[in-house]
């Protein structure tokens, strides 16, 4: 029987391009989405991937979603908590509500996933969370005080649950992308965009698909030594 592995925000962009690899490389994949039905509709349409909505901000609606996949799927071996949101704002202007939803999505998400289905992958002697941060949580950002602390909570939450899982057969890692071409990035004025550009060695974006391929290898049994790591895939703009 194939492995299972659950993507969040996986119905566009990079997390698309994940499902996608998944389900490529031989798992039954669940993705998980918040609130773009149309686009999910199209996403299964497209793929045959089976979509759910719900949350990762809010802990009950994970518990919830996660009990019906592991129901109706099977008990979920592979995890890549991928959503994510920017509301950008310079520091003076960012409101309250800016920074508690990009913190509810983007790091509170990671605990509210990996919570209710840590103790199966406990019992089960196998698991592989993958976190999705970002290049902006290891060298912060202007206008991201909000994101950059998420992201960067994303990795200290990796290094230490890894310790946890390790001795259980489950790995936990980080991903941090650089800029990829997905509407997140594509929604930035062009001109900004290409003063990105500028200052990425590799001289382009990054590809969705770049990040899925990293994905599927820490996810393999061949990645089993790989654990509390961050993956650094930003085509040489920043060196850690
Ligand atoms: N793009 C980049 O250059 C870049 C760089 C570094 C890191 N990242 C990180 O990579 C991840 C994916 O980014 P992306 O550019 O592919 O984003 P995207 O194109 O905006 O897609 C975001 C996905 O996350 C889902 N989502 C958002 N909030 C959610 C919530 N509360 N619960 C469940 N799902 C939620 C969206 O669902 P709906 O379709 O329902 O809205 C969508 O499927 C994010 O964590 C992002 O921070 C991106």
């Avoid at 909505?53 to 995890?79: F, H, M, N």
Wanted: with cysteine; aromatic share 8%; charged share 20%.
């Amino acid at each position: 029987m194939s492995r299972v592995a659950l993507v969040t925000g996986g119905t566009r962009g990079i997390g698309a391009a994940i499902s996608m690899a998944l389900k490529e490389a031989g798992y039954t994949v669940v993705a998980n989405y918040a609130g773009n039905d149309e686009a999910a509709r199209e996403f299964t349409h497209v793929t045959g991937i089976k979509t759910v909505k719900w949350s990762v901000a809010d802990y009950t609606g994970c518990e919830d979603g996660i009990r019906q996949i592991e129901d109706e799927v099977g008990p979920i071996d592979v995890l890549v908590n991928n959503a994510g949101i920017t509301r950008d704002a310079p520091f003076h202007k960012m409101s309250r509500e800016q920074w508690d939803q990009v913190i509810g999505t983007n790091l509170n998400g990671l605990f509210n996933m990996t919570h209710p289905l840590w103790n199966g992958m406990r019992e089960r002697k196998f698991g592989r969370i993958i976190n999705i941060s970002s290049i902006n949580g290891q060298k912060g950002q202007f206008g991201q005080v909000n994101y950059s602390a998420a992201k960067a909570g994303d990795i200290g939450f990796t290094k230490a649950l890894a310790q946890e899982g390790a001795r259980s057969g489950i790995t936990v890692n980080a991903i941090c992308p650089g800029y990829i071409a997905t509407e997140m990035v594509m929604a930035v004025p062009e001109k900004v965009r290409e003063s990105i550009i500028a200052t990425i060695p590799v001289g382009r974006l990054g590809e969705p698909d770049e990040i899925a391929r990293t994905v599927v290898f820490l996810a393999s049994d061949q990645a089993g030594f790989i654990t509390g790591a961050t993956f650094t895939v930003n085509g040489g703009q920043y060196l850690t």
